[in-house]
């Protein structure tokens, strides 16, 4: 009974009480400058493995429909699913799919010296999009996210760094916004931090 009962509970968004919440002194109706969503995904799971490993490679493929990326500081994405660089063996999965379910597929493609670890529990992630972007990111760290524009557009860009004395996997977006997958334990710092940052032209946490 206790299985099923934490089977069939919804986790709570680790900024509920902050969605609305919005700073600055922009118009009504004006554009603000910086609007922050979080973002409900399905798992997180981080694997390791051989990336040179045939079957590994192609147990992943078979799986998420994708090539793990082994550039440094890129991601590969299919569909809802999407593979973060972390290290030459390492690798953070993001789907929409249950973390039981996805974990359940991997382990029966991949055989060998693998490790998928479920760190869902402790993760969510914001999207970050509007014209305060590249200064709110200039603002967080010392990374250059910059050089991403300079990139080939093909190129999807991620990176561990850290964002405001926190940490932050942050990854670049089709559409020019930038998603942080950060720790629940973050979450409501960075967001009191992203409205204090995000002020001059206006933030909202979007609900």
């Given at each position: 009974?206790?299985?099923?009962?934490?089977?069939?509970?919804?986790?709570?968004?680790?900024?509920?009480?902050?969605?609305?919440?919005?700073?600055?002194?922009?118009?009504?109706?004006?554009?603000?400058?910086?609007?922050?969503?979080?973002?409900?995904?399905?798992?997180?799971?981080?694997?390791?493995?051989?990336?040179?490993?045939?079957?590994?490679?192609?147990?992943?493929?078979?799986?998420?429909?994708?090539?793990?990326?082994?550039?440094?500081?890129?991601?590969?994405?299919?569909?809802?699913?999407?593979?973060?660089?972390?290290?030459?063996?390492?690798?953070?999965?993001?789907?929409?799919?249950?973390?039981?379910?996805?974990?359940?597929?991997?382990?029966?493609?991949?055989?060998?010296?693998?490790?998928?670890?479920d760190v869902t529990g402790g993760q969510t992630q914001l999207n970050l999009r509007g014209s305060s972007v590249p200064l709110v990111l200039k603002k967080a760290g010392g990374y250059d996210f910059e050089?991403?524009?300079?990139?080939?557009?093909?190129?999807?860009?991620?990176?561990?760094?850290?964002?405001?004395?926190?940490?932050?996997?942050?990854?670049?977006?089709?559409?020019?916004?930038?998603?942080?997958?950060?720790?629940?334990?973050?979450?409501?710092?960075?967001?009191?931090?992203?409205?204090?940052?995000?002020?001059?032209?206006?933030?909202?946490?979007?609900?």
């Amino acid at each position: 009974m206790a299985n099923l009962a934490a089977n069939n509970m919804i986790m709570q968004s680790p900024l509920h009480y902050l969605k609305g919440q919005c700073s600055g002194t922009a118009p009504v109706n004006a554009e603000l400058g910086l609007t922050v969503t979080e973002i409900q995904q399905g798992c997180y799971l981080n694997l390791r493995g051989k990336a040179a490993d045939q079957d590994f490679a192609a147990g992943i493929q078979t799986v998420l429909g994708l090539s793990l990326p082994t550039v440094s500081g890129t991601y590969h994405s299919h569909g809802s699913n999407m593979a973060c660089w972390l290290g030459p063996d390492e690798w953070m999965l993001v789907s929409d799919q249950t973390a039981e379910t996805l974990q359940a597929a991997l382990r029966e493609a991949l055989k060998g010296h693998i490790s998928i670890v479920d760190v869902t529990g402790g993760q969510t992630q914001l999207n970050l999009r509007g014209s305060s972007v590249p200064l709110v990111l200039k603002k967080a760290g010392g990374y250059d996210f910059e050089a991403w524009s300079l990139d080939s557009a093909s190129v999807n860009r991620c990176v561990q760094t850290n964002f405001a004395k926190a940490t932050a996997l942050v990854s670049s977006g089709a559409d020019g916004s930038f998603d942080l997958t950060i720790r629940r334990s973050f979450a409501d710092y960075i967001a009191q931090w992203l409205l204090d940052a995000g002020r001059e032209q206006g933030c909202l946490i979007q609900g």
